[in-house]
């Protein structure tokens, strides 16, 4: 039986309330959308290539480089209203080819891998607005139904086709995460076939059309692993724009524990104890899952502590 002993102090980067109201019924508002661009409070960024830039400030936090829309770059770009916060100001996201130059030196650019873990959840929540709106216009220009290319719309969350009428709406593909405990309470961790030395995680994979996301995570284990799942248990979830899937995030309880690794997808597939577990970091044998994905949250969470930060032993 799992025992969850450890709350994270941390919110799942690019989950956390961003305090902004995406004010939807206001894309489809033209007039609206120019008196909002036009006034003085309204912050902009730019985005390009899942990129943007980022900058230290004096109190040591990092946050989006944001401007008034006066000084945002002429160029042609596609503008994406991304909502409202409490005091009424507007922030909206352009696309374009480079980030622009002219800004603070100490101004970088950054993508939400980074990002995500140093942007409050306010600019971190934009931020992963605009990318995942990105991402999909970039892979959306033509009408899946006639081929014609599509022009923007609702302020970059429609895309319409001027030939047959059709509206298309940003795509996300559900995909499942999912931490498996055996009856001793030890956690299924697989190595994929392309990932670093020593590295493990948590299984994951594509729901499949028709499919229901329980299930998804049964097949998958069963896949990747050979082992049989049970009971399955929603944790949480995290927009993971890389480029347009959310993850779910599970528990699932093993009904057999003997493992068969696909061999394609997974090389190596083993149960940890905790105390293994714990080894394994100490001996740099594992190194633990880093960054901003839900993955280690879910290790984190059946481990009962925070795992070591990476290169760092315990
Ligand atoms: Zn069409």
Redesign the pocket.
Known sequence: MTTWTHEPKEPLPLTAPSGIDRAAHHRLDEAWLAAAWSHPTTRVFVVSGGQALIDETEDGTTELVMTPTFEAPLTRSHRYFLGCDEDGVSYFALQKDSLPGRFDQSARAAGLREAGLLLSPRDAGLLVHAVALENWQRLHR???????R?VIAAAGHIRR??????EHYPRTDPAVIMLVTDDQDRALLGRQVHWPEGRFSTLAGFVEPGEAIEESVRREVFEEAGVTVGEVTYVASQPWPFPSSLMLGFTAKATSPHITVDGEEIEEARWFSREELRTAFETGEVRPPYGISIAARLIELWYGEPLPKPGVGR
């Open positions: 033509f009408c899946s139904r006639c081929g014609e599509t086709c001027p030939a047959c009428g059709a």
